[in-house]
T-cell receptor
């Protein structure tokens, strides 16, 4: 149990286009999902917190108009990178928190999406 | 949020126990210690967490000192598949996890 999927696993796009990444919790409900970005040889950096039915909250320095997050259901959150540029090339990872386990913070991570902007 | 300090890297022999230290001297009384690991080009994987008592699951054991200022993750019988970056994280605000640099563990045959 506790599986999180991401789609696509890898995407290559041209500069100026938009890319949508999906994050799904397959066997549990996730009221909260998180989006991270990881550059080569660096650690994960939290970008935003996605709450079902409400607006996402972004970490300092992350442009909300560039990284659009939608959390329309308890099992799906999407991250759209708008007008992508080569500097947006990175490994994007989502995680989901099991809403039934309120006593602690076990988060389940997706496999990640490798975005390359040409 | 409490800061954690981990060694940059460590090697261990396959089949032997791997002991990964973590210092968290500014941890608050109600903050948990979490361990995750990330195998190359994959998403992080939850390993274990604890508050005060030592914990054990099918993956590892977590030993927390009595003063809670440090902890050790123990992989009892390391395999090549345990090669990964291991992150020690102290409970953060609003369930957010703050990843540091972690410890790169290389298990050698």
């Amino acid at each position: 149990g506790a599986v999180v999927s991401q789609h696509p696993s890898r995407v290559i796009c041209k500069s100026g286009t938009s890319v949508k990444i999906e994050c799904r919790s397959l066997d549990f409900q996730a009221t909260t999902m998180f989006w991270y970005r990881q550059f080569p040889k660096q650690s994960l950096m939290l970008m935003a917190t996605s709450n079902e039915g409400s607006k996402a909250t972004y970490e300092q320095g992350v442009e909300k108009d560039k990284f659009l997050i939608n959390h329309a259901s308890l099992t799906l959150s999407t991250l759209t990178v708008t007008s992508a540029h080569p500097e947006d090339s990175s490994f994007y990872i989502c995680s989901a928190r099991d809403a039934s386990k309120s006593s602690y913070n076990e988060q389940f991570f997706g496999p990640g999406t490798r975005l390359t902007v040409l | 949020d409490a800061k954690t300090t981990q060694p940059t890297s460590m090697d261990c022999a396959e089949g032997r126990a791997a002991n990964l230290p973590c210092n968290h001297s500014t941890i608050s009384g109600n903050e948990y210690v979490y361990w995750y690991r990330q195998i190359h080009s994959q998403g992080p994987q939850y390993i274990i967490h604890g508050l005060k008592n030592n914990e054990t699951n099918e993956m590892a054991s977590l030993i927390i000192t009595e003063d809670r200022k440090s902890s050790t993750l123990i992989l009892p019988h390391a395999t090549l598949r345990d090669t990964a970056v291991y992150y020690c994280i102290v409970r953060v605000r609003d369930y957010k996890l703050s990843f540091g640099a972690g410890t790169t563990v290389t298990v050698r045959a």
